[in-house]
T-cell receptor
Framework: QKEVEQDPGPLSVPEGAIVSLNCTYSNSAFQYFMWYRQYSRKGPELLMYTYSSGNKEDGRFTAQVDKSSKYISLFIRDSQPSDSATYLCAPRDNYGQNFVFGPGTRLSVLP | GAGVSQSPSNKVTEKGKDVELRCDPISGHTALYWYRQSLGQGLEFLIYFQGNSAPDKSGLPSDRFSAERTGGSVSTLTIQRTQQEDSAVYLC???????????FGPGTRLTVL
């Protein structure tokens, strides 16, 4: 089993749709859960992160972590064409000694 | 302030040649990472530098790959005797210290003919 798994997509949705991007992990030591966004031909950039279980909201984006099932989600409300990118989940442990990037899900929001 | 910069942005080389890729991290960041990203693939960790400690080279795919970081700042990734399978985007990232948010450069797109 890979340490972090994501559906590679591509996921195509119409503008305005609610998008759900998901990630599963296997290492129970992971405590911080980052989401990076990568536009085509650019480096990844941190979008948001959460600590432990629960939800965190930032504008149209909501990150959700369920540590009991080792399942991470990123929700995008009112999706825009500018949200078209690859989204990588990146969990890590408390001390940053163990971190890994998921393979990413490619999202396309159609106008 | 300035972000992570990488040069060149694109590099085309012939099989068997050596290439050097450069990374300028954010000033003051002690941690520096190199990753490889092949088309449609995730980030493959290559090497990690933390301050003056010995680097973590566990991700280097072969002895043709090496990296150094001079003066705790600029880093160079060298690929000797390049092969076609080395074609990928090479990304550099830096963070204030290990485990902190990583800030990525734009990458170097390497094509080996």
């Amino acid at each position: 089993q890979k340490e972090v798994e994501q559906d590679p997509g591509p996921l195509s949705v119409p503008e305005g749709a609610i998008v759900s991007l998901n990630c599963t992990y296997s290492n129970s030591a992971f405590q911080y859960f980052m989401w990076y966004r990568q536009y085509s031909r650019k480096g990844p950039e941190l979008l948001m992160y959460t600590y432990s279980s629960g939800n965190k909201e930032d504008g149209r984006f909501t990150a959700q972590v369920d540590k009991s099932s080792k399942y991470i989600s990123l929700f995008i409300r009112d999706s825009q064409p500018s949200d078209s990118a690859t989204y990588l989940c990146a969990p890590r442990d408390n001390y940053g000694q163990n971190f890994v990037f998921g393979p990413g899900t490619r999202l396309s929001v159609l106008p | 302030g300035a972000g992570v910069s990488q040069s060149p942005s694109n590099k085309v080389t012939e099989k068997g040649k050596d290439v050097e890729l450069r990374c300028d991290p954010i000033s003051g960041h002690t941690a520096l990472y190199w990753y490889r990203q092949s088309l449609g693939q995730g980030l493959e960790f290559l090497i990690y530098f933390q301050g003056n400690s010995a680097p973590d080279k566990s991700g280097l795919p072969s002895d043709r790959f090496s990296a150094e970081r001079t003066g705790g700042s600029v880093s160079t990734l060298t690929i000797q005797r390049t092969q076609q399978e080395d074609s990928a985007v090479y990304l550099c990232a830096s963070s204030a210290t290990r485990g902190d948010t990583q800030y990525f450069g734009p990458g170097t797109r390497l094509t080996v003919l």
